[in-house]
């Protein structure tokens, strides 16, 4: 017998005990990631202002055309009925306020 066969020739022998214990290793680590994930998830609170637009209104202007707001939205300055949105303002004169459910 070659040094060779004796060293590389053997049969594996498979230590069960090793296999189970790193599989229960295996196990609690992903249960402990699991666990942290969903504490972690719990603790975040993102709550988004609430915020009141008042009554739905339907402005029609004399071209015919028909404006969908609330009523907050609509501010009057200077004479002038005007449309305050988030991003634009909006001339309304000579508009008729309809205080109706769109």
């Known amino acids: 017998?070659?040094?060779?066969?004796?060293?590389?020739?053997?049969?594996?022998?498979?230590n069960v005990y090793k296999m189970v214990l790193s599989f229960a290793v295996l196990l609690v680590c992903i249960g402990v990631m699991l666990g942290f994930s969903r504490y972690a998830q719990s603790t975040i609170k993102i709550e988004a202002p609430i915020v009141?637009?008042?009554?739905?209104?339907?402005?029609?202007?004399?071209?015919?055309?028909?404006?969908?707001?609330?009523?907050?939205?609509?501010?009057?300055?200077?004479?002038?009925?005007?449309?305050?949105?988030?991003?634009?303002t909006i001339d309304l004169t000579g508009g008729n306020v309809e205080y109706k459910d769109w």
């Open 1 to 14: 017998m070659t040094r060779y066969e004796m060293r590389h020739m053997k049969p594996r022998k498979i």
């Open 52 to 88: 009141d637009n008042g009554k739905k209104v339907i402005v029609t202007l004399p071209n015919g055309h028909k404006v969908y707001t609330f009523e907050n939205l609509i501010v009057e300055e200077n004479g002038k009925l005007l449309y305050r949105g988030e991003r634009n």
